[in-house]
């Protein structure tokens, strides 16, 4: 049962190409609690993509750790 809500906009950089977005990512380093809900972490894959995702969490929530987080592209 959730009992929180999250919503995370983002960018990607250091790609040469649309397909290097996919992969399975990992965290650079820890998330950050930016206050009033607001988090910030900054993931890459293996083709060295770097995805900076921010957002707002409502509700209760525990760290969602996005670590292992896959993309693929159809």
Do not use: C, H
């Not at 983002?10 to 380093?29: C, F, K, L, M, W």
Request: aromatic residues 2%; glycine residues 18%; without cysteine.
């Amino acid at each position: 049962m959730p009992v929180g809500l999250f919503s995370n906009v983002g960018r990607v950089s250091n790609i040469n190409s649309p397909s290097d977005i996919a992969g399975v990512y990992g965290a650079v380093g820890a998330g950050l609690a930016i206050g009033g809900g607001a988090r910030a972490i900054v993931l890459t894959n293996q083709k060295g993509a770097v995805l900076e995702l921010s957002g707002q969490q409502v509700g209760l929530m525990a760290n969602v750790d996005l670590s292992g987080l896959a993309i693929t592209l159809k």
